[in-house]
């Protein structure tokens, strides 16, 4: 099930991409976020000069409000955050109250998102890598929903595939179906269940909450088949948001590629010069 979209604006003047990219603002969200969450855009000089930690997972406004609830506190509020989501980056600001880069992992390490400390040579690689792994639980999640939906077909004979959401009637369901089709909740809801053991834990229900629930209670009233393509298919949908934040990031590279290096300048006495774009001023 998706998230209800939602989009942050941008500030072409304040954030960046890493260093295989363009300089560019990327305080922006996925447009895959639940709820209208502002996110604090850090200025340049406060980007150069405070402290980033790359985080996995961090794709749009609901992971900002839950990384606002991990640290906030900790750091004097949450308008000493900073957050550059095209990029997976958090920015500590210079104003921030100053805790070690320890206690900064430590605290993230509880919302179930994995942080690292600030590196723009393998953020890319750190990018790719986690998508990966999304893709390879997504796709084994639904391997075993798949082989499960074709065992109770064919388990049920022909009109098992009109019978999905009747089981199997008073006859109780096959083991190996069974094993199918929670092997496809486990994949599926594994890399969301430190999410929502931390909105538990602080009693601040999300998204993430909202389907380990929708799926537990479905297992409780025997409903496997739909525990499953819950569970299946909500994986699905973190996957893709995670690849159309790398779509999104690839677009605005190859957008600011497009932008010249240097300008010429028509000065007052009426002469010329060429020189770099950056340092053009308006008027």
């Not at 997972?57 to 095209?86: K, P, Q, S, Y």
């Amino acid at each position: 099930m998706p998230h209800d979209s939602c989009s942050i604006p941008i500030d072409p003047d304040k954030a960046d991409i890493p260093e295989n990219g363009p300089k560019h603002p990327a305080a922006i969200g996925a447009g895959c976020c639940s709820g209208a969450v502002s996110v604090p855009v850090a200025s340049k000089d406060q980007l150069r000069v405070g402290r980033s930690f790359r985080v996995n997972g961090l794709d749009c406004a609901e992971e900002v409000a839950i990384l606002n609830r991990a640290l906030g506190e900790a750091v004097g509020g949450v308008e000493h955050l900073g957050f550059d989501v095209l990029n997976g980056r958090m920015i500590l600001l210079p104003t921030a109250r100053q805790i070690d880069d320890a206690e900064v992992l430590s605290r993230l390490a509880g919302t179930g998102l994995r942080a690292k400390l600030w590196d723009a040579k393998s953020a890319g690689a750190d990018q790719a890598a986690h998508l990966s792994r999304q893709k390879r639980f997504t796709a084994a999640s639904a391997a075993f929903w798949g082989a499960g939906l074709a065992w109770h077909i064919g388990h049920s004979g022909a009109a098992g595939l009109g019978q999905l959401f009747a089981g199997h009637g008073s006859q109780p369901v096959p083991l190996a179906e069974l094993g199918l089709f929670l092997s496809a909740v486990m994949l599926g809801v594994w890399l969301v269940l430190p999410k929502a053991w931390y909105a538990l834990r602080n009693l601040a229900p999300d998204m993430n909450l909202l389907m380990v629930v929708a799926v537990a209670g479905a297992i409780t009233l025997g409903e496997y088949f739909e525990a499953a393509t819950v569970a299946f298919f909500f994986a699905l949908s973190l996957t893709l948001e995670s690849w159309s934040v790398g779509r999104a990031r690839t677009a605005v590279a190859t957008l600011l590629n497009l932008a010249p290096p240097s300008a010429r300048v028509l000065h007052s006495d009426g002469t010329e010069a060429d020189i770099p774009a950056q340092q053009v001023q308006i008027g």
